[in-house]
């Protein structure tokens, strides 16, 4: 122990010179941002916004050309001519804060053992001090639904701001959410590089028939006045009562129609679809039943041979055609690196088709519909929670997405990684 102790000593400074930035403090000033072209997330624009905030709350959005008001009753003013002004971005399933570096097992905390764990709640793994966190918020990416993955049904998720000391302050909405991950009509073998043969899933409807089973002895426990509890049971309570959305993983039409069709069986009220690949083909019966899709990234490759080569840039411009509430998902490939890209790849999907303010919806405020936090977030109103941000030009270009001011319920938070850091550093050395 007394070995043990002189190591964790002798690390104690590094950890202390690594950790995140300290969290802002509690809004006290009023502020004023002027001049600014204000992207209210619900798809109007003001050229010349006057967006006003206290006590972490909004209070002004307005056009300069139409209003009149003394702007000495706020305490700070920003002028933001020429920059444009945003709601905070959301990223929805996401295991941000739950893997630091993939090749350490000790600091990946995405899923548990076990194929039906909706009482696994991702939230109390949420690391608030990643680095990752920091690199996402430099591209205006402010709020996440922390999700588990793994297994059939991997858990329950919530929604967090990021910028707390942990994982209690950071949450704004708490188990929101329950996953399913739907099981696939066929089977891949090899990997990219190699890709090895297709065959159908001959287990698919014995897959199907266990989710059955256990949503089936699930809603019974939640019927009645059980003598004894069972928390896995009891953790899907709030799907059949109608506080929690279901969110299914399914990409095939096949999978998304049996999906739908489960969950009216059982009469959950609120269900998402994630990954969304062919819900272009269902749109009907996703509309009729008032089910939104958060689509993959649209920086994907086709799934099959005989797609379109753009389909996933195109998809979300099909569903929202359709009527189909739309949000961005980034999960896949290095999930959590790429949070920071989650903006580009709604920018993506304006050069197929959406408009800039559709695809800004696509990771405001359809994504705070779909998660339930709409009343208080995902757009510039008054009333709602003051997350939003500056940048010098278009949040959604790659080549323009600067940020200069953000702020996350009203607090200024600090814009800087480790990255910046190294830059800044090397930079320095390279001026000498």
């Given at each position: ?70 702007r ?52 109390i793994?949420?690391n ?21 993955r ?21 949450i ?84 998304i ?78 999930e ?40 208080f ?12 941000f ?43």
């Amino acid at each position: 122990m007394k070995k043990y102790s002189i190591y964790a000593l002798l690390l104690l400074p590094f950890l202390t010179i690594q950790a995140q930035q300290v969290p802002a403090k509690k809004q006290e000033k009023s502020i004023l941002i002027q001049n600014g072209i204000a992207h209210l997330g619900n798809g109007q624009v003001i050229q010349n916004a006057l967006i006003g905030f206290k006590e972490g709350k909004l209070t002004l959005v307005a056009d300069a050309t139409l209003v009149k008001m003394d702007r000495s009753s706020y305490e700070n003013v920003i002028d933001a001519q020429g920059k444009h002004i945003y709601p905070g971005f959301i990223t929805p399933n996401s295991t941000l804060g739950l893997v630091e570096i993939d090749a350490v097992k000790a600091s990946n905390d995405e899923s548990e053992i076990g194929g039906f764990t909706p009482n696994v709640r991702s939230v109390i793994a949420y690391n608030s001090e990643s680095k990752v966190v920091e690199t996402a918020r430099l591209n205006g990416v402010l709020i996440a639904q922390i999700v588990p993955r793994g297994g059939r049904i991997s858990g329950t998720s919530s929604v967090v701001q990021l910028d707390a000391w942990n994982w209690q302050e950071a949450i704004i909405k708490e188990d929101e959410g329950i996953h399913l991950n739907f099981p696939s009509t066929f089977k891949k073998s090899g990997w990219w590089a190699e890709p090895g043969t297709i065959e159908a899933n001959k287990d698919y409807l014995k897959q199907v028939d266990e989710i059955r089973a256990f949503l089936s002895k699930a809603s019974a426990y939640n019927q009645e006045d059980p003598k004894e509890i069972d928390l896995v049971f009891k953790s899907t309570k709030g799907l059949f009562q109608g506080t929690q959305t279901l969110f299914i993983n399914a990409d095939e039409e096949k999978q998304i129609i049996d999906a739908v069709q489960l969950s009216k069986e059982f009469d959950i009220k609120k269900v998402v679809i994630v990954g969304g690949y062919q819900a272009y083909k269902v749109t009907d019966l996703l509309k009729k039943n008032n089910i939104a899709v958060l689509v993959n990234k649209t920086h994907n490759l086709p799934t099959l041979d005989n797609d379109d080569i753009d389909l996933p840039y195109k998809l979300p411009k099909l569903l929202v055609d359709a009527g189909i509430t739309v949000g961005i998902e980034n999960s896949g490939d290095k999930e959590r690196m790429n949070t920071r890209n989650l903006p580009f790849n709604a920018g993506t999907a304006v050069a197929y088709g959406l408009t800039k303010e559709q695809a800004l919806q696509t990771i405001t405020l359809n994504s705070a519909k779909i998660l339930g936090i709409d009343s208080f977030c995902g757009s510039l109103e008054v009333g709602k929670d003051a997350t939003l941000f500056i940048s010098e030009g278009d949040a959604l270009d790659m080549s323009t997405n600067q940020l200069t001011k953000a702020f996350i319920q009203g607090r200024e938070i600090i814009l800087e990684s480790h990255q910046t850091k190294l830059y800044k550093k090397y930079k320095e050395r390279y001026n000498q």
